[in-house]
């Protein structure tokens, strides 16, 4: 008797942290569903007002008219009266997540209102989004509605394929004493992206490649991002491909990438680890096929050198000096080049080519991968 009402407590206790867990669970997506509520129409005529919160005379103009117009405009706005929900003035700028039921059409709106009854008075070109035809009938849309992230995170990036359980050897590039610098590291991938921007070239941990999934080309891995699991201790993190390697699958450098997932040291010990990785996208902004920008500007004179990427010390010395001794009479300073990252060629030694250039030959253009702007 005793023990069947123990274990009918504890039932209710399981199933109890089960309901809850549930309701957590949903709770982190749904900050507040309502089912039911009423939703009006109102004329904000943001396109005639061009998305002017004080010209439109809402409640939330004293809070959010000086927003950028991107902000304003990111959404159709809401004023907002429901009782599931923030209150004004501190639901000005939220964003509703508005569903018709009836034909399952939604849209994400701003408050930037007030309203006195209902729980929505949307404006009519959200309205006329979601009305099954029967909104404008009756003067008004049963609809649920619940709180949403107006900026929601990107979704994690696609992965791509992979390999599991590989050697991960580590290597010193240094990119932490250099300034993420590619060819102070001498990496091959110089010529690739040794001129990217330091806010990407620091984005990631540094590693080398030489897994079975990319390549064989330094086209095919430079600048690419993977995603490295330590199988051990499952630290995981996100690292860019900045050079070949020749044994295992991965060099990851030191400091930005092998120690930061040998969280027990026991990588350091054993001179490498065992990783799974697979190919991420490296989520950057700017157009990683576009031709890199090389050289900003040489200011005529012959003294002054502008800020060239990449192009190392002594390369640029004896340009110089080539420039300063009138030998280089073609060496046209005053415009830009661009290097074409495909004009590298697929050997595993784009770097070294920019050394090849030679200083003393006359046509400055006839290094491979240098283009001259017209
Ligand atoms: C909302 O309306 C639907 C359809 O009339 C009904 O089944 C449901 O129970 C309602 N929900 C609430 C929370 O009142
Ligand atoms: C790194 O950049 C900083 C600031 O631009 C500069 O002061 C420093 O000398 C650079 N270090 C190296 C090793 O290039």
Known sequence: MGRSVVNIMFSIVLLGSVVGSMAKAKGTTRVYLTENATAYWTYYYTDLYDWDMKKAGVACASRDAAKPFEWRSKYYWTAFCGSGGPSYPASCGQCLKVTNPTNEASLVVRIVDTCGSGSTDLDEPAFDMIDDGSGKKLGHLTVNYEVVDCDPPPPPPPAGPGETDVIA?????????????????????AGYDGGKPLEWRQRYGWTGYCGKVLGPSLRDIC????????????????VRIVDSCGAGALELDLNTAFKPIDSDGKGYAAGHLTVDYQVVDCDDDDD?????RLYSQLITGGTT??????????????????????????????????????????????????????????????????????
Request: proline share 3%; hydrophobic share 35%.
């Open 169 to 189: 050897y580590w290597s010193d590039y240094g990119p932490l004493k250099n300034n993420w610098s590619y060819s102070a590291a001498h990496v091959a991938c």
């Open 223 to 238: 600048g690419r991002c993977l995603k490295v699991t330590n199988t051990l201790t499952k630290d995981e993190e996100i």
């Open 288 to 292: 990683v096929d576009s031709p890199l």
């Open 305 to 374: 050198v502008g800020l060239l990427y990449f192009i190392h010390f002594e390369f640029l010395q004896s340009l110089v000096h080539q420039f300063n001794t009138n030998q280089g009479k073609s060496l046209q300073f005053k415009e830009s080049f661009i290097v074409g990252k495909r004009a590298c060629a697929a050997t595993l030694s784009a770097y070294p080519k920019v050394d090849s250039w030679d200083s003393q030959g006359i046509d400055c253009c006839s290094w491979v991968g240098v283009y001259k702007l017209s």
